[in-house]
């Protein structure tokens, strides 16, 4: 399920097929500033499509850089450490860091996801 959940963004699927791959009821945090409107907790299969619509319209897409350095599965839990680049779409200012997702998959979906990402840089790149 991360693998298909990854490569339907890599794909750009669209958000409410992604969102597919998540249960009904789901735990979801991307701690991070409450001035970027997509960090926070979602509960709902629903809410994962409006994050992803919410975070394409404040990015260039096209300027996406994503690394996967690596994917660590243990049962029914997965670790992916890599790297993301982005475009803030307000400033135009790219941000590059670290990042790691923890996902946990119950009956063939997604059903807990966090993503750590350094929040404060990402904060800064949409300061005006």
């Known amino acids: 399920m991360v693998e298909q959940f990854l ?12 969102a597919k791959v998540f249960a009904d009821d789901i735990d979801w945090d991307v701690p991070g ?7 926070g907790r979602r509960f709902k299969r ?9 975070l ?6 096209e300027e996406n850089v994503d690394q996967i350095e690596a994917i660590l599965y243990d049962g029914d ?6 790297r ?3 475009v803030a779409r307000t400033t135009g200012r790219r941000y590059e860091m670290a ?5 946990e998959v119950s009956d063939e979906r997604i059903t807990k996801f966090r993503l750590y990402e350094d929040s404060h840089q990402v ?3 949409y300061a005006e």
């Open 7 to 18: 490569g339907m963004l890599d794909s750009g699927a669209d958000p409410d097929d992604i």
């Open 56 to 61: 394409a319209m404040n990015i260039v897409p």
């Open 123 to 125: 904060a800064n790149a």
């Open 77 to 82: 839990h997965a670790v992916l450490l890599g």
């Open 84 to 86: 993301f680049g982005r």
């Open 46 to 54: 629903a809410e994962v499509a409006e994050y992803l619509r919410t």
């Open 99 to 103: 990042v790691a997702m923890y996902f």
């Open 33 to 39: 500033s409450a001035s970027l409107p997509w960090t």
